[in-house]
C-alpha cells in the first residue's frame, strides 16, 4: 500500500514557487500602474508633446518659406495620433519604475559579484536608449525631412503649360497627415534607441563569455552586412538616413569590440590575483575566451 505523502511535504515544495509568482504578480502590478498613470499624464498634455515632436519639419518647412500645417484624413486620427503620443511617452516616463521592478525582482536571485556585474547594464541600457533617441531626434529627422521636401514643385503664373500660355502653373506641396507624420518620427526615434542598445548587448554577452573581442574583430565583414540590411528595413528609403545609420551603427560595433576586450583585460587580471592565471596561460585563456564565442 503506497504510502501518502505528508500535506506538510507539498506545502513546503510549493510555498517557494507561489511566492515567487505571487512576487512577479505584485511587480507587474505595480510596473502596469506606472505605466497607465504616466499614459493618462501624457494623454492630458498630448497637444504640447505632439507639437515637440513637429519641431523638426517645422523648422524644415520654415526654411522654405512655408507654414506648418499637418491635416487630419479621417474623423478618428486626432484621437489615435493622441493615443500614441501618449502609449510613447507614458513608456518613456514610466520606464525608471518599469526597471526598478524588473530590477527587485531579480536581485534577490543574484548573488552579490551578479548584481555589481548587472546593475551598470541595467543603467546603462535607458541612457543609451535615450541618447540614440535624442540623435534620431535633433539630427537625422531634420536630415531626413529636408531632404523628404526637397522633392516639391512650386508653379509660377505665367508659365506656359504643355504649350497653353497662361494655364494653371503646377505645385506639388506637402500636405502631410499627422498620423503619418507621427508614425515616421516614432520609427526613427525607436529604431536609432534600439540601434543604441549594441554596445550594452555586446559588452553583457562578453562579460558572459558569449562574444569575444577577436571574434567580433573577425565577424566584421558579416556585421556590415547586417548593419547594411538593418539601416534598409527600419529606415525610410532614402541614402541620407540609411548611411547616417550604418555609420552610427558600425562606430558602436567598433565601441563594442573596445569594451569587450576590457571587460576580457579585467577578466584575466581578476584570474592572476587570485593565482588561477599565470603569464604562460595567457595566451590559453585567450584562445578559450575565442572558443567560447
Known amino acids: 500500500m503506497t504510502r501518502p505523502t505528508p500535506q506538510n511535504d507539498i506545502d513546503d515544495k510549493s510555498a517557494p514557487l507561489i511566492e515567487h509568482l505571487a512576487e512577479?504578480?505584485?511587480?507587474?502590478?505595480?510596473?502596469?500602474?506606472a505605466f497607465v498613470v504616466a499614459m493618462v499624464a501624457c494623454f492630458t498634455i498630448a497637444t504640447p508633446i505632439f507639437n515637440f515632436l513637429t519641431a523638426?519639419?517645422?523648422?524644415?518647412?520654415?526654411?522654405?518659406?512655408?507654414?506648418?500645417?499637418?491635416?487630419?484624413?479621417?474623423?478618428?486620427?486626432g484621437f489615435f495620433v493622441a493615443i500614441k503620443v501618449s502609449l510613447l511617452g507614458g513608456f518613456m516616463l514610466a520606464f525608471p519604475v518599469i526597471a526598478g521592478q524588473l530590477w527587485r525582482f531579480v536581485a534577490p536571485g543574484l548573488y552579490r559579484s551578479e548584481k555589481n556585474a548587472?546593475?551598470?547594464?541595467?543603467?546603462?541600457?535607458?541612457?543609451?536608449?535615450f541618447l540614440g533617441a535624442s540623435f534620431a531626434f535633433y539630427v537625422v529627422t531634420p536630415l531626413a525631412y529636408n531632404f523628404f521636401l526637397g522633392f516639391q514643385q512650386f508653379g509660377s503664373a505665367g508659365e506656359a503649360v504643355d504649350g497653353?500660355?497662361?494655364?494653371?502653373?503646377?505645385?506639388?506641396?506637402?500636405?502631410?497627415s499627422a498620423q503619418e507624420y507621427l508614425n515616421l518620427t516614432i520609427k526613427f526615434i525607436v529604431a536609432f534607441g534600439m540601434c543604441f542598445q549594441l554596445p550594452v548587448l555586446l559588452t553583457l554577452m562578453g562579460k558572459a563569455g558569449l562574444v569575444s573581442a577577436e571574434g567580433l574583430k573577425a565577424g566584421r565583414k558579416w556585421a556590415i552586412v547586417g548593419i547594411l540590411t538593418?539601416?534598409?528595413?527600419?529606415?525610410?528609403?532614402?541614402?541620407?538616413?540609411?548611411?547616417?545609420?550604418?555609420?552610427?551603427?558600425?562606430?558602436?560595433?567598433?565601441?563594442?569590440?573596445?569594451?569587450?576586450?576590457?571587460?576580457?583585460?579585467?577578466?584575466?587580471?581578476?584570474?592572476r590575483r587570485e593565482?588561477?592565471?599565470?603569464?604562460?596561460?595567457?595566451?590559453?585563456?585567450?584562445?578559450?575566451?575565442e572558443g567560447e564565442k
Do not use: N
Open 230 to 271: 538593418l539601416a534598409a528595413l527600419v529606415t525610410p528609403p532614402d541614402v541620407i538616413t540609411q548611411v547616417i545609420l550604418f555609420v552610427v551603427v558600425y562606430g558602436l560595433y567598433e565601441i563594442s569590440i573596445f569594451l569587450v576586450a576590457a571587460v576580457e583585460k579585467k577578466r584575466r587580471e581578476e584570474l
Open 164 to 176: 497653353v500660355q497662361g494655364a494653371a502653373p503646377l505645385s506639388v506641396v506637402f500636405q502631410g
Open 24 to 33: 512577479l504578480r505584485s511587480r507587474l502590478i505595480k510596473a502596469v500602474l
Open 56 to 77: 523638426p519639419l517645422c523648422s524644415a518647412l520654415a526654411d522654405r518659406g512655408q507654414d506648418c500645417d499637418l491635416i487630419f484624413i479621417s474623423p478618428q486620427e
Open 118 to 129: 548587472f546593475l551598470p547594464f541595467l543603467i546603462a541600457s535607458p541612457f543609451m536608449f
Open 275 to 289: 593565482g588561477l592565471l599565470d603569464d604562460e596561460d595567457d595566451e590559453v585563456f585567450a584562445d578559450e575566451l
